[in-house]
């Protein structure tokens, strides 16, 4: 009996442990053939994929969507059809010459003029087309020498373009930049540059409030040729209006043809604070 019942236990042993070999068998079988399901669709969605929906693409195409959109866009004359401002200089108007107003080529830089050149003697008056804020006066501005001048000038020439750099830091020369809010053009912020002057007014300082007609500083000539050289020749003001939105910086009048825009801007400025909006 005893050897009975110990056979029987060796059975009972023997058979658990061919179900529990038998049910590993079973589970691996079962992990392997989920396995090479996964497999399948992995590679299955691999060779369906469209490359132009993949993630890597789509975010590529809306990167270049957006670069696209903001060198393309272009100023829209009814964004200013009810804008008056005072002319920079007392009875000084903008000039015909389609080279001293907005998109005129400059080769010498390898840019384009984004502004408005007012000629007047050097010393006239310059003051703020509208009320605004100081947001810059240089007025610690010291010119750089000429042979400096022209090895940035020369590195305008090899990148391509005027860098922002050279631009605002010497070729603006002595310069003040006013900060006009969301009010001035609606919908942007708008900010007005006065470039190369040869004075700023010792009130004009970051942060000071300023009203239109107030007098912010004196033409000059600096950040140009003839002011690295020493003399007064070529006095001017260069003057600008940037409209800022929505990642984008539009200058008054960019991308209307260089030739064509003095009558529309013409129709902005006045020559009297008297004949501005209120």
């Not at 010497?170 to 310069?175: F, I, R, T």
């Not at 000539?221 to 050289?229: A, I």
Request: glycine share 8%; aromatic share 8%; proline share 5%.
């Amino acid at each position: 009996i005893l050897s009975g019942l110990v056979g029987s236990e060796m059975c009972i042993r023997d058979s658990n442990n061919i179900c529990d070999r038998s049910y590993s068998k079973k589970k691996m079988i079962n992990f392997l053939f989920l396995g090479l399901i996964l497999s399948s669709i992995e590679l299955k969605s691999q060779t369906l994929e469209n490359p132009n929906t993949s993630p890597v693409h789509t975010l590529g195409t809306i990167e270049k969507d957006t670069l696209k959109t903001i060198r393309s866009t272009s100023f829209n004359p009814e964004w200013v059809k009810d804008l008056k401002l005072l002319l920079p200089c007392e009875n000084i108007n903008l000039s015909k010459r389609s080279s001293r107003l907005p998109n005129a080529p400059r080769k010498y830089r390898n840019g384009t003029h984004r502004g408005i050149d007012f000629f007047a003697n050097w010393g006239t008056n310059i003051r703020a087309v509208a009320p605004g804020v100081v947001i810059r006066a240089d007025h610690h501005y010291k010119e750089y020498p000429p042979k400096f001048r022209e090895q940035l000038l020369q590195a305008c020439g090899i990148v391509g373009h005027t860098p922002s750099d050279i631009f605002d830091n010497v070729l603006l020369g002595k310069a003040v930049f006013l900060d006009h809010g969301f009010n001035l053009v609606p919908g942007f912020r708008t900010i007005s540059i006065y470039a190369h002057l040869s004075d700023i007014d010792k009130k004009i300082i970051g942060g000071a409030k300023v009203e239109a007609g107030q007098m912010i500083g004196k033409t000059g000539n600096s950040g140009t040729r003839p002011s690295t050289l020493g003399t007064k020749k070529e006095a001017h003001l260069h003057w600008e209006l940037i409209l800022q939105k929505d990642n984008e910086e539009i200058y008054l009048g960019k991308d209307i043809p260089y030739n064509k825009p003095y009558n529309q801007l013409s129709n902005i400025f006045v020559n009297n604070k008297s004949q501005l909006i209120n």
